[in-house]
């Protein structure tokens, strides 16, 4: 093989977009489903039972389609509803009516009327890219920077204005650093650390909450209460990985977890720290 010099404009000048098939066999059996189905003015619950009957894995994701959820939001809907005993093909055949129930009390055959009955215009293709890419990111974001700003108020509440910092490099024990949503007073020694993760938020997966805590757990001084914030249904989804989380309470490795419905518990705490750190 003849040895050449590449060069960095030589190598962008040969790229190209890369372009992959989207559709599986998952995909196609549903729109196959959705293909089938007869339009009708209005739907009710023999309609959903004949769209599981015939596949429920299938049905279940067209119904997904039609309410406009995403998986987690649909498992946590329905486990929400149902309660113990599972969200599957064995929980509906054991107890189908209640299963249709459910999925009626969220408004599946309103919805199967309305997008069946839809009579588009091309601009409805450009919203949905808008909605499913730039749309599902912005949803994402403002879920996690909304906890954030709801953390930040009460900080204020409570130490004032330039009594902390936000979204910043903390340095802890022996030099070393991590990122974090609130240090107090500063990010040089900080003497309250405050993390706040929203569920289903973007960049917020499961494997970077547990990572985050984990490296502000490593990075601060072992004096320094490290308060964790966080909501979301979606966690009812993955009570294992929360269990993590409050394993690492239970070790005192993060001082308290809060929620949006502890605001008082979370304020009254901060007035506690302030005062048994003599943070003026």
Same mark, same amino acid.
């Not at 690492?248 to 979370?266: A, C, D, V």
């Given at each position: ?14 790229? &190209?977009? #890369? ?36 596949? %429920? ?112 490099? %903390? ?16 990010? &040089? ?37 490290? #308060? %964790? ?47 048994? #750190?003599?943070?003026?």
């Amino acid at each position: 093989m003849q040895v050449v010099e590449q060069s960095i404009d030589d190598v962008v000048a040969s790229l &190209s977009p #890369l372009s992959v098939e989207w559709m599986d066999d998952v995909a196609a059996s549903a729109i196959a489903r959705l293909s089938a189905l007869p339009k009708k003015t209005q739907y009710d619950r023999q309609d959903i039972q004949e769209l599981l009957d015939s596949d %429920f894995s299938d049905g279940l994701l067209c119904a997904r389609l039609f309410l406009a959820l995403s998986k987690d939001s649909m498992e946590t809907e329905l486990r929400s509803a149902l309660g113990s005993g599972g969200i599957g093909s064995t929980r509906y055949k054991t107890d189908p009516n209640t299963f249709l129930a459910t999925l009626e009390s969220l408004g599946l055959p309103e919805a199967m009327s309305a997008t069946i009955n839809y009579q588009p215009v091309w601009s409805d293709i450009l919203v949905e890219r808008l909605r499913s890419g730039r749309g599902s990111a912005i949803q994402g974001q403002r879920r996690g920077r909304g906890l954030e700003d709801f953390a930040e108020a009460l900080v204020r509440e409570v130490f004032g204005e330039g009594g902390y910092e936000t979204r910043c490099t %903390f340095t802890g024990a022996d030099g070393t650093t991590a990122k974090c949503d609130v240090a107090v007073p500063d990010k &040089s020694k900080p003497r309250i650390v405050i993390e706040s993760k929203a569920y289903a938020a973007t960049g917020s997966k499961m494997t970077d909450i547990i990572g985050d805590l984990d490296a502000i757990i490593a990075a601060k001084r072992h004096d320094t209460p490290l #308060l %964790f914030l966080t909501d979301g249904l979606t966690w009812k989804a993955r009570m294992a990985d929360l269990r993590k989380i409050v394993q690492r309470q239970n070790q005192g490795k993060i001082t308290r977890i809060y929620t949006t419905k502890m605001r008082e518990q979370f304020l009254a705490d901060l007035h506690t720290l302030k005062a048994e #750190l003599g943070i003026s």
